[in-house]
């Protein structure tokens, strides 16, 4: 067949999870948390169903849904926006990505993304027939090299892509990082696309700079955000996409043929629990920063070295001292010899630099983090 994706295999979180169970390896590879979402979100849920909200959901979501996320996005960064025209519930992150960059990105344009990059953002830049133009993160950092960004732009880029809190590295971008992204987009027609779904998971007290703070870079914005990360249920697939009006209808355009509407009974019970329980997120940082702490507590007397997590549900550790081979050769021996499931780096580059990086996934019980540090301190 005359593939559109000739570079594309199956994820490598997928086959790190097929590998972690075939080698009865601690999964700490593909992002997901192993504890269970509140008690009280679950039950709501359960509850939307009874209760037979189980056909179509308005197509842009549920008005109760969309105004709570308008609030939330008032309380935590201080912009009031319009719950009807400028924000579209999706299926997950991941729809709203893929609908954002296929309602703005046309063939010939050019995407900026910044390596390592998420996986699924190339592939959907490629079926546009437009081109992904991968700027490394400074290592091991992880910052921007704004200059390398002012360098890359021409006339057929067409929007910028950025991640903060970063996945696969936990960096975050700064106030001044997106004033300098604001001077470069700055008359011109570049749409930004911030991918924000560890928004709620940033650490030692920094505040996350969503691009929604920033009156002018939220003017030119699709910001995408995911229930997923936030309360612990990635199986749900739910999340959504903010951005002015103009942008919105445009994306809603390409939403309304891709999924049409998402799970109803998730928007229900969402609409209602962050009405009752906005402390869920508000807690969130304590929360995962007690995880990430007990986690490199836990590794600490092993050989791994431990990079810094200002944010996000990632540890990137250095293996050198264990082994000298590339990070994919190194999950393999891993997870068949070390009993642990990793992500390596490489799949998240164009071009991977000669790092010795891989990513644990630290949104895990006690249990689990217990029995990964055990094989992790042998090796
Ligand atoms: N972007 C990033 C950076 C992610 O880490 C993820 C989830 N792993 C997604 C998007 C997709 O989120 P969702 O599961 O809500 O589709
Ligand atoms: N976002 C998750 C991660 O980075 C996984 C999502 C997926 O499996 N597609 O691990």
């Excluded at 199986?235 to 309304?256: D, I, M, N, T």
Aim: charged share 20%.
């Amino acid at each position: 067949i005359d593939t559109k994706l000739p570079k594309v295999g199956t994820t490598i979180f997928s086959v790190m999870s097929q590998l972690a169970v075939e080698h009865q390896a601690v999964n700490l590879g593909q992002g997901f948390p192993d504890f269970e979402p509140p008690q009280a979100l679950r039950e709501a849920i359960a509850r939307a169903m009874a209760e037979g909200r189980n056909q179509y959901a308005p197509g842009i979501g549920l008005p109760t849904l969309r105004e709570q996320i308008a609030l939330k996005t008032e309380r935590m960064y201080g912009r009031r926006i319009d719950a009807a025209g400028e924000v579209t519930v999706t299926s997950g992150a991941t729809e709203a990505l893929f609908a954002a960059i296929a309602a703005v990105v046309r063939a010939g344009d050019e995407v900026i993304v910044f390596d390592p990059a998420y996986d699924s953002y190339e592939p959907v830049i490629e079926l546009q027939g437009a081109k992904a133009v991968h700027i490394p993160l400074t290592v091991p950092s992880f910052g921007v090299d704004w200059q390398r960004v002012r360098d890359a732009v021409t006339p057929r880029t067409r929007m910028i892509l950025i991640n903060s809190p970063h996945n696969p590295s936990g960096a975050v971008l700064s106030a001044a990082d997106l004033d300098q992204l604001a001077a470069i987009v700055r008359d011109t027609e570049i749409v930004v696309l911030s991918d924000e779904v560890y928004e709620h998971i940033v650490f030692d007290g920094a505040l996350h700079q969503s691009v929604l703070r920033h009156a002018e870079l939220a003017a030119r914005s699709i910001v995408v955000s995911s229930f997923g990360k936030t309360y612990h249920c990635t199986g749900w697939k739910l999340g959504y996409a903010v951005a002015p009006a103009a942008l919105s209808a445009e994306f809603r355009k390409v939403h309304q043929y891709l999924t049409f509407c998402t799970f109803h009974p998730a928007q229900v019970a969402f609409a209602e629990f962050m009405a009752s329980t906005p402390e869920h997120y508000l807690e969130l940082p304590a929360f995962y920063q007690a995880k990430r702490d007990r986690f490199r507590a836990l590794i600490a007397p092993s050989r791994f070295k431990l990079l810094d997590v200002p944010g996000g549900y990632f540890q990137l550790v250095d293996y050198s001292a264990i082994r000298d081979e590339p990070d994919v050769t190194f999950c393999e021996w891993l997870v068949k010899q070390g009993g642990v499931a990793a992500i390596p780096l490489a799949p998240f580059y164009e071009t991977a630099p000669d790092t010795r990086l891989v990513r644990l996934c630290f949104a895990k019980s006690d249990a689990t983090m217990d029995a990964a540090a055990e094989r992790l301190c042998k090796l």
